[in-house]
């Protein structure tokens, strides 16, 4: 299974948006962080299994082909639970409120 956050493996175009997104994010002082951008087909129908098949929550709807991640144009970030605090706290309850940052198109 591959699972990266090697921003090199984007496509181009939408690596390049995604620093200038990350830029805005560090500008605006939100301790977001990369946590996953390319994922092959195989982690893709992993994850939709997630909550299908173990007792975990849904993680996706989307299965291997189906999800923008499968073909480089997708990222996710995780909010740091606990900015103040040394390295990354994820944090999978805390909701960001700031509103849209960035939008592509």
Known sequence: MIVSRDKS?????FADQLRHFES??????????LFMAFRTLECQDEL???GRTTSWKIATNARGGDSLHNFALAA???????????????????????GVLFRSG
């Open 24 to 33: 805005r994010l560090a500008t605006a002082k939100l301790p977001f962080h």
């Open 76 to 98: 996710d970030h995780i909010l740091d639970g606990l900015p103040d605090k040394s390295g990354i706290q994820w944090s999978w309850e805390t909701r960001a409120t700031s």
């Open 9 to 13: 493996l984007l496509y181009p175009p």
């Open 48 to 50: 939709y299994a997630q």
